[in-house]
């Protein structure tokens, strides 16, 4: 039988402030959960610190000397792949941006640094980081190569019986910013749809997050806005704070309420609208993520006769939210990202 100590999370904290990595120290030390094994002011520290220390998940800086939390993620995730937990100290859009990119890398999410301990949040920053890192401990992740060769592309799907789709409704918590970016970078500047997004996301990284889409959509990226017109060819994100639903003649309606499902923007409150306004014209796709938001309003859609898609177990991060809708059989296909882009591909709107 295991001992406590072999129980206990392994971390590896990297960041260039001296007094950052021991406020950092102290927080996880205080969780007899997780054992801080060691330490890095830089990424080339870090790269050595991880095959050195191998480290059950790593917290990464961004902004450092030497070599940056973006080039190091790269380096970390092709030679010794571990779970990487970007916490950012300042969320200016430079560092958002370059937090984003790191997931294209292969980190698995983006947290903002706690408040200070005078912060009347600080106690609840600190939970969540905690809490967030603990889960990133658990997810097994694979080799990032510098180039990945493409696959043969797989036969176009058909349409089946889905006609005049008005809407295509994207759902996606952790290991959706990536998935999210390669869908809309497949589509061209012509496509006939609005497309609703609600991604989970740490506070103050949304703005960021709809910024990097827009480096290479050819669609136009914005946050939602309360009452605007739902319009082709347009990317609509979920801001942050409200749940972001269909209203009547395809307006958007922004709705400051309670979680769902923990989740202030709730998939389900997107999904769950749809279904009510826009009946079959619709398209629901739910995307890698922890937990089950969304999954029974998909099945909703799928029985209001929108065509419903979850992404497959083998390209997810996690499998959770996809995973759950295809157990309720909420999903009319399991499919990869690039088969996603063809079936959107193919669809045709009003």
């Not at 095959?51 to 790593?58: G, Q, Y």
């Not at 669609?219 to 209203?247: C, D």
């Amino acid at each position: 039988m295991k001992s406590k100590e072999k129980l206990r999370i392994r971390l590896l904290i990297v960041d260039d402030s001296p007094s950052v990595r021991m406020m950092l120290e102290q927080l996880f030390n205080s969780d007899p959960a997780f054992q801080v094994v060691g330490s890095a002011s830089d990424g080339e520290e870090a790269v050595a610190a991880v095959e050195r220390l191998t480290p059950d998940v790593v917290t990464m800086d961004i902004l450092m000397p030497r070599m940056n939390g973006l080039d190091a993620t790269a380096m970390i995730m092709e030679r010794h792949p571990v779970p990487i937990v970007i916490v950012s100290g300042n969320l200016d859009a430079e560092e958002v941006l370059t937090s984003f990119k790191a997931m294209e890398a292969g980190a698995l999410t983006a947290l903002p640094k706690p408040r200070g301990v005078s912060h009347p949040e600080h106690a609840a920053d600190v939970a969540m980081l905690l809490q967030r890192v603990k889960l990133m401990a658990e997810i097994r992740v694979v080799r990032r190569w510098p180039r990945m060769a493409k696959t043969n592309p797989h036969p176009l799907l058909p349409v089946g019986e889905q006609v005049t789709p008005r809407v295509v409704a994207i759902g996606a918590s952790t290991g959706g910013p990536v998935i999210i970016n390669s869908i809309l970078a497949g589509l061209k500047p012509d496509f006939p749809l609005p497309l609703m997004i609600v991604q989970h996301m740490s506070p103050g990284f949304i703005r960021g997050f709809a910024e990097w889409l827009s480096l290479t959509s050819r669609l136009p990226v914005r946050i939602a806005s309360q009452g605007e017109s739902l319009l082709p060819g347009q990317v609509y994100i979920a801001p942050e704070g409200f749940h972001m639903t269909v209203a009547g003649a395809d307006r958007i309606a922004l709705i400051r309420s309670a979680p769902i499902n923990g989740h202030l923007p709730s998939v389900s409150a997107l999904f769950r609208s749809v279904a009510e306004v826009c009946g079959r014209q619709a398209v629901g796709i739910l995307l890698s993520g922890m937990g089950d938001d969304g999954a029974l309003e998909l099945k909703l859609m799928k029985n209001k006769g929108a065509v419903t898609i979850a992404q497959d177990r083998e390209s997810s991060i996690i499998f959770g939210m996809p995973g759950e809708a295809v157990k309720l059989g909420a999903a009319s296909h399991v499919l990869p990202p690039d088969r996603i882009v063809e079936y959107l591909t193919s669809t045709k709107g009003n």
